[in-house]
């Protein structure tokens, strides 16, 4: 590894591609002869606004965004979008569904509640086995009045992605993507919101992208705050205020990373490629067991066990002793995980399998 990095298995802030942190040194001191870093620039000027501007449109491109969807850069992280969702697309006496798949779903139906009270039906779930498997949501009961349909597309925490959407029976989709963002071709005009904070799959945290057909973007009543309404920030170009100069930089030069790399339909070949080395030592291991059914597993977020506390806790120590950071699984669900988004080389997990293989012939 060059300049004496680690690989960094961390679920986010998480590892980025390393030549988009070369291009970004590269132009740290003075970014293309404006005589000053991305970072100190106004907001305001013609440089940034060319910035942003090629940001949105290289995502366009990669997404292959319909006309009439907005792109928004929103400050506030994913969970900002647990509370804006149901404050925008709430209408009077509607109903919001969610899936409930695990940690991430859980919280944006916590939240959700605050807004919809008992109007909010939780329509399928998987908590009856520790969310370690996406329900059948081929035929719901999905009430007339319903204004939105809820799924976490990839549970970064337990591990599962959702690879049939749920059938909404015609009414709108929200997706938070936060973890699978760009991992894989997607089909937006599926959606009524696509969402998710960059810090896992794009860039630096402190930001969500939330691409949204534009006629859920509604006028809402005047007591609502001003910077929880989507039209505030679509009117004003996602600067309504300062926005977050810095990541809406990097995130761009990681949508040109991706399409210089051939797009998502190349991204997602690698990102199964990848994940298949990983898996396929899983599947093999006496020691090691991954916890989602085959179908459901995540190619982003990759939680295993030994079965046993205390050795998942020496894998912990063995596997950074080697140089591999950040296995252990997220503290509300223990084991081990191995998140392998985007810029997550094969070598990386190549190693990593190697290293896992090690110890468990040293604990045979
Ligand atoms: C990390 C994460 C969030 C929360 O993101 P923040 O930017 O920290 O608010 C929400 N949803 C999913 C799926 C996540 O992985």
Redesign the pocket.
């Known amino acids: 590894m060059k300049y004496g990095r680690t690989y960094n298995f961390s679920?986010?802030p998480a590892t980025m591609p390393e030549p988009v942190l070369e291009e970004i040194r590269d132009e740290m001191m003075n970014y293309r002869g404006s005589g000053m870093c991305v970072m100190e620039m106004s907001h305001r000027s013609k440089v940034f606004q060319q910035i942003a501007d090629e940001a949105e449109a290289d995502l366009r491109e990669l997404m292959n965004i319909p006309d009439n969807y907005k792109v928004l850069f929103i400050q506030?992280?994913?969970?900002?979008?647990?509370s804006m969702i149901p404050m925008n697309l709430k209408t009077p006496n509607g109903k919001a569904v969610y899936i409930e798949t695990g940690a991430?779903s859980k919280?944006?139906i916590a939240e959700a509640k605050r807004v919809y009270g008992d109007n909010l039906i939780v329509a399928a779930s998987s908590k009856d086995k520790n969310y370690t498997y996406i329900p059948d949501c081929s035929d719901l009961d999905i009430p007339d009045e319903t204004d939105y349909v809820y799924i976490?597309?990839?549970?970064?925490?337990h591990g599962l992605t959702w690879n049939k959407l749920p059938n909404t029976k015609g009414h709108v989709l929200v997706s938070?993507?936060?973890?699978m963002f760009l991992s894989r071709p997607c089909n937006v005009s599926d959606y009524g919101i696509i969402y998710?904070?960059?810090?896992?799959n794009i860039g630096p945290?402190?930001?969500?992208i939330v691409i949204i057909r534009e006629d859920l973007i509604k006028d809402l009543d005047p007591n609502t705050p001003i910077y929880m309404r989507y039209d505030t920030h679509a009117n004003a170009g996602s600067m309504y205020n300062t926005p977050n100069c810095w990541c809406i930089y990097v995130c761009g030069k990681v949508f040109k990373y991706l399409k210089n790399l051939g797009g998502l339909g190349e991204m997602e070949k690698i990102n199964i490629d990848k994940a298949k080395v990983f898996y396929d030592f899983l599947d093999s291991s006496k020691l090691f067991k991954g916890t989602v059914v085959a179908k459901d597993r995540s190619l982003m977020n990759i939680p295993f066990v030994t079965g046993d506390k205390d050795l998942d806790a020496e894998v912990v120590a063995y596997t950074k002793a080697a140089g591999f950071e950040n296995l252990k699984g997220h503290k509300s669900v223990g084991g081990l995980r191995a998140s392998i988004y985007n810029a997550m080389p094969k070598e990386g997990v190549e190693a990593l399998v190697e290293c896992l293989k090690k110890f468990e012939a040293e604990h045979k």
């Open positions: 679920a986010g506030g992280g994913a969970t900002l979008q647990f991430w919280k944006a976490c597309e990839n549970e970064t925490i938070d993507q936060s973890s998710g904070g960059v810090q896992k945290a402190g930001m969500a």
